[in-house]
């Protein structure tokens, strides 16, 4: 198969989350457990810092990631999902994987993959551990799918665990509550291994701690840090926790990495050219103001919406498009009603009917047309905007890649 073929097989042969929704979610580690056996456990061959959370997860990993590569380490970055390029989600010092490695380790592994009936997901996470060991990198960065318990990522033993904050996202499967949900991550942690909190709440510590205390594992509570003021590339409001998380984290591996100011300072600020990392508060344009964001739970809707009232602008335009699973009653409230909206559906099989989208705004107040897609939407924003005024794109990651 040529690499468009091998990615088109993943992509449908088997559920995919990103683009299936529910059916794809897989409630038990069985059969990543029988994949890293049948790939010879390549999750033993390297360091990892695994990463969980309900926002956060991959401007996290991508920050630590920039950092050990400034002080000169071959590090491995593995994320989800992936915005245009399915080996995004698996790079090696900011380079995406070769097609071919693709190529062959599905041909290589294919009929296992059949005879055992893996998920996308499954065969992914194997594929970035297979890929990380041949390459011996020296510490790779593992962000959780979803989740933290079940996730198929959640079977190796790292240096650090990080869970950045915890939301409400993903509730069918990890819990209606935020202690539920705090439980499921808190899967992650293992014996003995040191486990940074980035942010907690009144409901969350003392699940954290409970399960920290069960498995022996010192616990580091991020969010009690002082402010950290070195300069970042990534520029949302929500990197203000997630920057203590990750020096907190980088504080950690220093007794095990030459880690030294100046890498963690230019780790920081080179973190999009040293990680590819895409899509978050990422500005499009200066006149009119243009930001796309891919938060789409209402912890960061919240956090990403309270952004755009510092600005100052003369009007407002909000491209907007979601997934059929998204709770629309929880994040709907949260959008200013002065704006003009673009309904639109991101191009995948779980993009909500921007027409049910469109109805069920106009319930809390938030009035606007509908589009066929997302490009339309954003052009239409353009050619309405003036100079002095604000377009946001958002709602879903599925909507901002195909923008960026």
Not at 68 to 92: C, M, N, W
Not at 297 to 316: C, M, W
Not at 319 to 336: A, E, H
């Amino acid at each position: 198969m040529t690499y468009q073929e091998t990615t088109t097989w993943l992509f449908n042969q088997l559920p995919m989350f990103q683009m299936q929704g529910a059916s794809a979610y897989k409630k038990d580690l069985t059969n990543t457990l029988l994949l890293v056996e049948h790939l010879q456990h390549p999750e033993t061959k390297f360091k990892s810092i695994h990463v969980a959370g309900t926002n956060g997860k991959g401007s996290t990993s991508s920050m630590i990631a920039s950092i050990l590569q400034e002080a000169g380490y071959k590090v491995g970055l593995y994320t989800s999902p992936h915005l245009k390029d399915f080996r995004e989600r698996i790079r090696i010092n900011g380079e995406m994987m070769s097609e071919d490695f693709v190529v062959d380790f599905v041909a290589q592994n294919k009929s296992f993959f059949e005879a055992n009936q893996l998920s996308f997901f499954e065969m992914t996470v194997g594929l970035a551990f297979d890929y990380f060991a041949k390459e011996q990198v020296d510490v790779a960065v593992i962000e959780v799918g979803m989740g933290g318990r079940l996730d198929s990522t959640n079977v190796i033993t790292p240096l650090v665990s990080v869970i950045t904050n915890i939301g409400f996202d993903h509730t069918q499967f990890l819990g209606d509550t935020l202690p539920k949900i705090a439980a499921e991550k808190a899967g992650i942690i293992k014996s003995n291994v040191p486990v940074v909190i980035g942010e907690y709440s009144e409901e969350t510590k003392p699940v954290f701690i409970t399960k920290a205390k069960s498995e022996n594992a010192p616990i580091y509570f991020a969010q009690d840090n002082p402010e950290v003021t070195y300069e970042c590339a990534l520029l949302g409001d929500y990197q203000m926790h997630n920057k203590k998380t990750v020096l907190q984290t980088i504080e950690l591996l220093q007794s095990q990495y030459n880690i030294e100011e100046n890498h963690i300072k230019l780790g920081f600020k080179n973190v999009v050219q040293n990680t590819g990392l895409l899509g978050r508060w990422q500005i499009l344009n200066q006149k009119p103001f243009t930001v796309c964001d891919t938060a789409h739970n209402s912890h960061g809707l919240k956090i990403v919406l309270n952004q755009i009232q510092k600005h100052e602008f003369e009007a407002l335009h909000i491209v907007l498009g979601v997934v059929n699973d998204k709770d629309l009653d929880s994040i709907l409230p949260l959008f200013p009603k002065n704006a003009n909206y673009y309904f639109c559906k991101p191009n995948v099989p779980r993009g909500l009917n921007p027409e049910i989208l469109q109805k069920n705004a106009t319930e809390y107040g938030l009035y606007g047309e509908v589009f066929n897609s997302v490009s339309e939407a954003y052009e239409e924003a353009i050619n309405l905007a003036k100079d002095f005024d604000f377009i946001y794109i958002g709602g879903s990651t599925f909507v901002v890649a195909e923008i960026v």
